[in-house]
């Protein structure tokens, strides 16, 4: 199931690195990266955790992406 992502562009308007990111929400530089490109769906627990320093409803970070958007 593709999942699509916010990140890279929430992560500049707030001024944040992967690695500040990773920190704040308990994860790694490495598996920010990977799920910035795709490559990695975190935990439901990891989503919420992100959104949370977005201020952002998990939604607005995370989206479905082809047929599963539908």
Do not use: C, H, W
């Amino acid at each position: 199931m593709p999942l699509g992502n916010r990140l890279k562009e929430l992560r500049a308007a707030k001024g944040l690195n992967q690695q500040e990111l990773g920190t704040l929400v308990g994860a790694s530089r490495q598996t920010i990266s990977l799920i910035e490109r795709g490559d990695y769906n975190p935990s439901i627990t990891l989503a919420l955790r992100i959104a949370k320093v977005f201020e952002k409803p998990v939604d607005d970070v995370f989206y479905l992406t082809g047929e599963d958007a539908e």
